[in-house]
């Protein structure tokens, strides 16, 4: 039994109390009382939020950057590439290396549920491997959960739709794909169809790369909103990145969208790595390829960030930390409004969870007792510092802490310390 107290949740409640017990949430209300024997944590109105959840990201290639070379142009093209160099010299040793380093990263950010793509276009299936047993080795302090994901082309590389089935088999999670990289529009099409109906038969969740390019005449997205429909798979299919959507003809995406919300569609956009690949290929103005986040939710379609990338082929920066990609997608999509800045902060925490499927998260009875106390007061400045984690608990345990970031001051007349909050009014 534990007791947190004075703790602001993400949803506005200020100055909750939160009983633990046995590795579960057991009440949360304004005025709960601990016996004289129950251990108190003192929130002192710092945040307490549910764990940052990434519901999109390459684990097989994280940290790897500089492997075998730097990416030299910064596209989307030229890191496929690079990665198609690293392949043949992986070992799986080295891929599980680093993707518990990048686990340790996670859990000192808070952030506790990763969905990770697995380049299943090897014919040894090393990265899944590497992955698979990953996935057990940090079972206890992160949920992580496999993508399989034909990055060569379902329909381009002649044996993937066979290792990605062996990948299914083996006990990866998901169905992915990448219809914008095969060869024409119509196999991006094909390899759709073919995929969902893999997902159906499975009853496997679907997440694919999806328009990842500025070409505002790729659609895939409607093509994966109809065979979702057409096979009842509502709810249970992601479309990841859909930077196209940004440079697509308005009158279209008028259109697209309440096809994309009666799909069940859910969209997870990469605000990092799409500003940062996209609009390559522009001059002045140039596009940054981020879709269309504020108008998607309006549609009523569930919006996640996901982080995507970290040092490796595609993007030579990151640190696991949900509050920077907040911070970007903010930025970019323009969401500075008070309900623009929240929906921000679920886009890293709660949408990304619906995602992923994870039913059982959130600050209520019942739930797993994961959390993570911020050294900030609301869900905004927690994106404007880019809070630290003062700790994180997974089940019931403290399993990181970060001191409090604090910076001291020798001025005459001046605080002994800075106060990063607003001043009180
Ligand atoms: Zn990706």
């Known amino acids: 039994m534990l007791l947190i107290r004075h703790a602001n949740l993400a949803d506005g409640r200020l100055r909750q109390s939160v009983l633990v017990k046995d590795g579960r949430f057991e009440a949360v209300a304004a005025d709960l009382v601990a016996g004289n024997d129950c251990p108190v944590l003192e929130a002192e109105g710092c945040l307490l939020t549910a764990p940052f959840v990434d519901a999109h990201f390459h684990l097989d290639a994280a ?30 040793q080295a891929l599980v290396e680093r993707a518990l380093s990048y686990c340790d990263w996670a859990v000192g950010r808070g952030l506790l549920a990763i969905r990770s793509h697995v380049d299943v276009c ?10 698979l047993h990953v996935r057990e080795r940090v079972r206890p302090y992160l949920d992580l959960q496999l993508v399989a994901f034909p990055q060569d082309g379902l329909l381009r590389s002649p044996t993937a739709l066979a290792n990605l089935k062996r990948a299914l088999d083996r006990g990866v999670d998901v169905v992915g794909g990448i219809p914008h990289f095969e060869r024409t529009m ?15 038969e499975r009853g496997l969740r679907v997440d694919m790369h999806c328009d990842e390019s500025d070409d505002p005449l790729s659609r895939h997205v409607e093509t994966l909103a109809y065979h979702t429909q057409r096979l009842g798979l509502q709810g249970r299919v992601t479309a990841s990145h859909l930077t196209s959507m940004h440079s697509m003809d308005n009158y279209y995406v008028s259109k ?10 859910q969209v997870v956009a990469n605000p990092l790595i799409n500003i940062t690949l996209q609009g390559r290929h522009d001059s002045y103005p140039k596009r940054r390829g981020m879709t269309r986040v504020p108008e998607l939710l309006a549609a009523g379609i569930n919006v996640g960030f996901g982080h995507d990338c970290v040092l490796d082929p595609w993007y030579p920066l990151g640190s696991a930390d949900m509050l920077e990609v907040a911070h970007m997608g903010l930025h970019v999509a323009q969401m500075t409004s008070t309900r623009g800045q929240l929906d921000c902060f679920d886009a890293v925490t709660v949408n990304n969870a619906r995602v992923m499927g994870l039913d059982r998260y ?4 019942g739930a797993p007792a994961d959390c993570v106390l911020l050294q900030a007061h609301d869900a905004a400045e927690a994106i404007r510092l880019r809070a630290n984690r003062l700790w994180v608990m997974r089940r019931g345990e403290i399993i990181a802490r970060s001191p409090v970031a604090e910076a001291s001051l020798t001025l005459p007349g001046r605080p ?10």
């Open 122 to 131: 090897d014919e040894r299936l090393l990265a899944v491997e590497a992955l």
């Open 256 to 265: 697209l969208l309440p096809l994309m919300a009666e799909a069940g569609l």
């Open 416 to 425: 002994a310390a800075v106060n990063w909050s607003l001043p009180v009014r």
């Open 362 to 365: 959130g600050i209520h009875p």
């Open 63 to 92: 940290l790897s950057h500089g492997l075998p070379r730097v990416n030299r142009s910064g596209t989307l093209l030229e890191g496929i590439a690079l990665w198609g160099e690293l392949k043949p010299q992986l070992t799986q």
């Open 186 to 200: 119509a196999d991006g099409a094909r390899s759709i169809e073919l995929l969902c109906e893999l997902a159906a």
